[in-house]
């Protein structure tokens, strides 16, 4: 009965987001999903990939990774379509974003590691959503440890069904599924935080790319 329960519940909220974000993904000819940051788009070769994980680690607490949120966000409302966040620890602050960024944001919010990555497996099933982001940068390694490695190859072969980018941040890598393997190698001093383009001096070092991919080796 529990089993039917939980169908049920699951086609109900497929409808929602379908009625939420009617926006169905097409095929492009386009194979990658700009940022709209130059130099990161420059570094992985155009954008983030489509129909592929790209795992993006920052093992220096304040590397830049809610400025990347803040900046995708903005990029999803300058294009106009939607981009769903997979919060893995509750940790997201909407207000820097404004209401017109907001829009364009459906904010899953978690308080464990195993519940986001169900939730993203949801939404890369739903098909609706052209970037879908997963962060657990804040999840403790000891939780990030517990999830097999069966689940990112299940996540792989959802997003390989989709034109849709699929990034996963983490503290260090983990995601042996992930096409592209990026370390956001930022470090802010007191100064820097006043100005107003901090995500255009994000620093990206390319890690691991699959594919055949041609890419540069930093930006930022």
Known sequence: MAIWAMAASIIDLR???AERFPQTLAP????????GLPAFDETIGGGLP?????????PNPSAGSALLIYALLQNAQRAGYFLALVDGQDSFDPKPSGNACLGHLLWV?????FEAVQAADLLLRDGNFPHVILDLVLNAPEELRKIPQTSWYRLQRLVEAAPAAFLI???SSLVSSAQLKLSLDSSWRLRDLEQDCLPQHLKILVKRAQGGRQLLTKAG
Do not use: F, G, W
């Open 15 to 17: 409808k929602l987001l």
């Open 169 to 171: 941040l983490t503290r």
């Open 50 to 58: 489509k129909s592929a994980i790209t795992e993006l680690s920052s």
């Open 28 to 35: 492009s000819a386009a194979d990658v999903l700009a940022t």
């Open 109 to 113: 919010r978690c308080r464990k590691a």
